[in-house]
């Protein structure tokens, strides 16, 4: 799990920024056929065979034309795939200096912005959290079905498991900012954390 968080620690501030600060089992679609890449493909595969169908209508396509298509089916598979299908970023900054404690979620459309006092914070806490398949019958039906047009769906059927860490405040509410399915990233990010704001 290289890359899954960034920590940075200057002074009286702590900085933490992750992608994976949700534990849940996605569907089975989501885990075997549809991912960002794919919704990015299409998107762009569509948006060009839209200009190609505008361009077909008043200019002969030619191979120039092609090499144009692939260019800009690259172009705009990335901006996509960087702008609109892009994981959603969980940003955590605690601040001594201001006590406080600013979150922070980027999301497709917008950002959502919440704060805490550092007084408020009980607790780092350290979870494990095993998500089971709810319906083994039709696991198995779908499992039989992909077989059949020889194809394997990673992941699908099996138990999640996940350690997370999560703050928890005075008002019992616990904001969850990292999970992993290896144990030793949430180690380090929660011993991170509670040396920080112990010192």
Same mark, same amino acid.
Request: aromatic content about 14%; glycine content about 4%.
């Given at each position: 799990m290289d890359n899954a968080y960034q920590i940075d620690i200057k002074d009286n501030l702590l900085t933490f920024r992750t992608a994976f600060f949700k534990a849940e089992k996605g569907s089975a679609l989501h885990i075997g056929i549809y991912n960002r890449e794919l919704a990015s493909s299409l998107a762009a595969g569509a948006l060009v065979m !839209? !200009?190609?169908?505008?361009?077909?209508?008043?200019?002969?396509?030619?191979?120039?034309?092609f090499i144009a298509a692939l260019v800009l089916f690259t172009a705009f598979f990335i901006g996509f795939r960087t702008y609109i299908f892009r994981?959603? !970023?969980?940003?955590?900054?605690?601040d001594k200096a201001r006590g406080v404690i600013n979150f922070s979620v980027n999301k497709i459309f917008g950002q959502k912005n919440f704060s805490f006092p550092i007084a408020e914070l009980e607790n780092i806490r350290q979870?494990?959290?095993?998500?089971?398949?709810e319906n083994p019958d039709g696991i198995k039906f779908v499992e039989k079905i992909a077989l059949q047009h020889g194809t394997v769906i990673p992941g699908f059927?099996?138990?999640a498991e996940f350690y997370t860490v999560e703050m928890e405040f005075k008002n019992?509410?616990?904001i969850m900012i990292?999970?992993?399915?290896?144990?030793?990233?949430?180690?380090?990010?929660?011993?991170?954390?509670?040396?920080?704001i112990e010192r």
């Open positions: !839209l !200009l190609g169908f505008f361009l077909a209508a008043k200019y002969k396509i030619t191979a120039v034309h994981e959603p !970023l969980l940003y955590v900054a605690i979870d494990y959290v095993s998500i089971t398949p059927g099996k138990t019992r509410q616990r990292f999970s992993s399915e290896d144990p030793s990233p949430a180690d380090d990010i929660a011993i991170k954390f509670k040396n920080f």
